[in-house]
Protein backbone atom coordinates (compact mmCIF):
# COMPACT_ATOMS: atom_id res chain seq x y z
CA UNK A 1 0.00 0.00 0.00
CA UNK A 2 1.28 3.83 -0.81
CA UNK A 3 1.73 5.54 2.21
CA UNK A 4 2.61 8.63 0.11
CA UNK A 5 0.56 9.56 -2.88
CA UNK A 6 1.25 11.68 -5.87
CA UNK A 7 -1.72 11.44 -7.91
CA UNK A 8 -1.03 13.67 -10.84
CA UNK A 9 1.50 12.11 -12.94
CA UNK A 10 2.10 15.06 -14.80
CA UNK A 11 1.40 18.92 -14.65
CA UNK A 12 1.91 21.42 -17.17
CA UNK A 13 1.91 25.52 -16.58
CA UNK A 14 2.99 28.33 -17.85
CA UNK A 15 5.86 30.22 -17.71
CA UNK A 16 5.61 33.33 -15.06
CA UNK A 17 2.35 31.50 -13.34
CA UNK A 18 2.14 29.52 -10.28
CA UNK A 19 2.44 25.55 -10.21
CA UNK A 20 0.51 23.88 -7.63
CA UNK A 21 1.81 20.09 -6.89
CA UNK A 22 -0.08 18.06 -4.20
CA UNK A 23 0.70 15.34 -2.32
CA UNK A 24 -1.39 13.02 0.07
CA UNK A 25 -0.52 10.68 3.01
CA UNK A 26 -1.83 7.88 5.27
CA UNK A 27 0.71 7.19 7.88
CA UNK A 28 0.13 9.30 10.91
CA UNK A 29 3.25 8.49 12.16
CA UNK A 30 4.71 11.05 9.67
CA UNK A 31 6.35 14.04 11.38
CA UNK A 32 8.73 15.46 8.55
CA UNK A 33 7.92 16.20 4.31
CA UNK A 34 10.19 16.93 2.12
CA UNK A 35 10.07 17.53 -1.82
CA UNK A 36 13.08 16.61 -3.78
CA UNK A 37 13.28 17.66 -7.77
CA UNK A 38 14.96 15.56 -9.93
CA UNK A 39 16.12 15.47 -13.33
CA UNK A 40 16.54 12.76 -15.69
CA UNK A 41 20.39 10.69 -15.42
CA UNK A 42 20.40 12.62 -11.99
CA UNK A 43 19.75 12.16 -7.91
CA UNK A 44 17.18 14.05 -6.23
CA UNK A 45 17.82 17.01 -5.16
CA UNK A 46 16.77 18.70 -2.02
CA UNK A 47 14.42 21.36 -2.37
CA UNK A 48 12.25 22.61 0.66
CA UNK A 49 10.56 20.57 3.80
CA UNK A 50 8.45 20.96 6.47
CA UNK A 51 7.66 19.86 9.92
CA UNK A 52 4.13 18.43 10.97
CA UNK A 53 4.59 21.54 13.84
CA UNK A 54 4.11 24.36 10.93
CA UNK A 55 1.82 24.64 8.33
CA UNK A 56 3.75 26.54 6.11
CA UNK A 57 7.32 26.76 5.14
CA UNK A 58 8.86 29.69 2.22
CA UNK A 59 11.77 29.86 0.26
CA UNK A 60 11.99 32.46 -2.25
CA UNK A 61 9.23 30.82 -5.43
CA UNK A 62 8.90 27.54 -3.02
CA UNK A 63 6.21 27.57 -0.36
CA UNK A 64 5.37 24.28 1.10
CA UNK A 65 1.88 24.39 2.76
CA UNK A 66 0.98 21.24 5.56
CA UNK A 67 -2.60 20.61 6.09
CA UNK A 68 -2.49 17.82 8.84
CA UNK A 69 -5.56 17.23 9.22
CA UNK A 70 -6.24 16.31 5.64
CA UNK A 71 -3.18 14.61 5.39
CA UNK A 72 -2.51 16.50 2.46
CA UNK A 73 0.50 18.89 1.48
CA UNK A 74 1.73 21.11 -1.49
CA UNK A 75 4.24 22.65 -3.12
CA UNK A 76 3.53 26.01 -4.88
CA UNK A 77 6.56 27.34 -7.54
CA UNK A 78 5.68 31.10 -8.10
CA UNK A 79 6.67 32.21 -10.62
CA UNK A 80 7.23 29.25 -12.87
CA UNK A 81 9.79 28.96 -14.68
CA UNK A 82 11.29 26.73 -17.57
CA UNK A 83 14.39 25.48 -15.52
CA UNK A 84 11.72 24.48 -13.28
CA UNK A 85 10.56 21.69 -15.84
CA UNK A 86 11.88 18.54 -13.59
CA UNK A 87 10.00 15.19 -12.31
CA UNK A 88 9.25 16.62 -8.05
CA UNK A 89 8.86 13.90 -5.79
CA UNK A 90 7.29 14.22 -2.11
CA UNK A 91 8.91 12.46 0.54
CA UNK A 92 7.72 11.69 4.09
CA UNK A 93 9.36 10.48 7.49
CA UNK A 94 8.66 9.53 10.87
CA UNK A 95 10.51 7.54 13.48
CA UNK A 96 14.54 7.18 14.55
CA UNK A 97 15.53 5.84 11.35
CA UNK A 98 14.62 8.97 9.47
CA UNK A 99 14.41 6.93 6.19
CA UNK A 100 12.02 8.60 3.78
CA UNK A 101 9.19 7.19 1.56
CA UNK A 102 8.71 8.59 -1.58
CA UNK A 103 5.60 9.65 -3.86
CA UNK A 104 5.43 7.97 -7.67
CA UNK A 105 6.40 12.23 -8.30
CA UNK A 106 5.02 14.52 -10.72
CA UNK A 107 6.42 15.43 -14.00
CA UNK A 108 6.62 19.05 -13.82
CA UNK A 109 6.68 20.67 -17.63
CA UNK A 110 6.73 24.52 -17.60
CA UNK A 111 6.28 25.91 -21.12
CA UNK A 112 8.04 29.61 -22.25
CA UNK B 1 32.03 20.03 -0.45
CA UNK B 2 32.10 17.50 -3.12
CA UNK B 3 28.65 15.64 -2.88
CA UNK B 4 27.71 12.37 -2.80
CA UNK B 5 29.30 10.02 -5.46
CA UNK B 6 28.79 7.17 -6.90
CA UNK B 7 30.39 4.55 -8.93
CA UNK B 8 29.90 3.34 -11.82
CA UNK B 9 27.12 5.18 -12.94
CA UNK B 10 26.16 2.97 -15.40
CA UNK B 11 26.34 -1.39 -15.35
CA UNK B 12 25.05 -3.61 -18.17
CA UNK B 13 25.43 -7.12 -17.06
CA UNK B 14 23.96 -10.71 -17.45
CA UNK B 15 21.63 -12.81 -15.40
CA UNK B 16 23.25 -14.79 -12.73
CA UNK B 17 26.81 -12.24 -12.67
CA UNK B 18 27.74 -10.54 -9.34
CA UNK B 19 27.58 -6.67 -9.25
CA UNK B 20 29.20 -4.14 -6.49
CA UNK B 21 28.32 -0.31 -6.66
CA UNK B 22 29.90 1.79 -4.51
CA UNK B 23 28.93 5.09 -2.73
CA UNK B 24 31.26 7.69 -1.19
CA UNK B 25 29.17 10.41 1.43
CA UNK B 26 29.37 13.20 2.21
CA UNK B 27 32.48 13.34 4.77
CA UNK B 28 31.10 14.67 7.63
CA UNK B 29 27.65 12.43 7.36
CA UNK B 30 27.30 9.75 9.66
CA UNK B 31 24.16 8.23 7.95
CA UNK B 32 23.80 6.55 4.97
CA UNK B 33 20.90 5.19 2.80
CA UNK B 34 20.41 3.33 0.03
CA UNK B 35 17.55 3.36 -2.28
CA UNK B 36 16.64 1.54 -5.63
CA UNK B 37 14.32 3.22 -8.13
CA UNK B 38 11.89 1.88 -10.60
CA UNK B 39 10.56 3.27 -13.93
CA UNK B 40 6.96 5.15 -12.97
CA UNK B 41 8.12 4.67 -8.99
CA UNK B 42 9.73 6.81 -6.15
CA UNK B 43 12.69 6.04 -4.83
CA UNK B 44 12.29 2.87 -1.96
CA UNK B 45 14.06 2.24 0.96
CA UNK B 46 16.87 -0.60 1.05
CA UNK B 47 18.84 -0.32 3.96
CA UNK B 48 20.89 2.29 6.04
CA UNK B 49 24.05 2.31 8.03
CA UNK B 50 25.22 5.03 10.89
CA UNK B 51 28.84 5.09 11.41
CA UNK B 52 29.84 1.02 10.32
CA UNK B 53 26.86 -0.22 11.94
CA UNK B 54 24.00 -1.20 9.32
CA UNK B 55 20.87 -0.85 11.61
CA UNK B 56 17.98 -1.74 8.99
CA UNK B 57 17.31 -3.34 5.85
CA UNK B 58 14.33 -3.15 3.99
CA UNK B 59 12.08 -6.70 3.11
CA UNK B 60 12.80 -5.58 -0.45
CA UNK B 61 16.60 -6.51 0.30
CA UNK B 62 17.01 -10.20 -0.79
CA UNK B 63 19.31 -12.39 0.79
CA UNK B 64 20.90 -11.83 -2.69
CA UNK B 65 21.88 -7.89 -1.37
CA UNK B 66 24.41 -7.52 0.69
CA UNK B 67 25.69 -4.12 1.81
CA UNK B 68 28.76 -2.69 3.81
CA UNK B 69 30.26 0.09 5.45
CA UNK B 70 33.38 -1.29 6.87
CA UNK B 71 35.05 1.72 8.10
CA UNK B 72 31.89 4.36 8.40
CA UNK B 73 32.63 6.11 5.19
CA UNK B 74 32.15 4.47 1.84
CA UNK B 75 29.94 1.73 1.01
CA UNK B 76 29.42 -0.88 -1.06
CA UNK B 77 26.09 -2.53 -2.45
CA UNK B 78 26.21 -5.95 -3.59
CA UNK B 79 23.86 -7.73 -5.46
CA UNK B 80 24.78 -11.97 -6.06
CA UNK B 81 23.60 -13.81 -8.95
CA UNK B 82 21.42 -10.72 -10.50
CA UNK B 83 17.89 -11.17 -11.98
CA UNK B 84 16.14 -9.04 -14.86
CA UNK B 85 13.84 -8.08 -11.84
CA UNK B 86 17.26 -6.28 -10.38
CA UNK B 87 17.00 -3.73 -12.96
CA UNK B 88 16.71 -0.37 -11.52
CA UNK B 89 18.41 2.67 -10.56
CA UNK B 90 20.10 2.39 -6.84
CA UNK B 91 20.66 5.45 -4.98
CA UNK B 92 22.63 6.27 -2.16
CA UNK B 93 22.42 8.97 0.27
CA UNK B 94 23.30 10.71 3.09
CA UNK B 95 23.10 12.56 6.55
CA UNK B 96 23.88 13.77 9.43
CA UNK B 97 22.81 11.83 12.47
CA UNK B 98 19.33 13.04 13.58
CA UNK B 99 18.67 14.87 10.63
CA UNK B 100 15.77 14.77 7.99
CA UNK B 101 17.31 16.34 5.05
CA UNK B 102 19.05 13.45 2.65
CA UNK B 103 21.67 14.30 0.23
CA UNK B 104 21.57 12.02 -3.27
CA UNK B 105 24.57 10.77 -5.20
CA UNK B 106 23.62 10.93 -8.67
CA UNK B 107 22.91 6.98 -8.98
CA UNK B 108 23.95 3.68 -10.13
CA UNK B 109 21.63 2.57 -13.26
CA UNK B 110 21.78 -1.31 -13.75
CA UNK B 111 20.48 -3.07 -16.46
CA UNK B 112 20.71 -6.91 -16.54
CA UNK B 113 19.91 -8.33 -19.45
Known amino acids: DQQVKQNSPSLSVQEGRISILNCDYT??????FLWYKKYPAEGPTFLISISSIKDKNEDGRFTVFLNKSAKHLSLHIVPSQPGDSAVYFCAASGGSNYKLTFGKGTLLTVNP | DTGVSQDPRHKITKRGQNVTFRCDPISEHNRLYWYRQTLGQGPEFLTY????????KSRLLSDRFSAERPKGSFSTLEIQRTEQGDSAMYLCASSPVAAYTQYFGPGTRLTVL
Open chain 1, 27 to 32: NSMFDY
Open chain 2, 49 to 56: FQNEAQLE
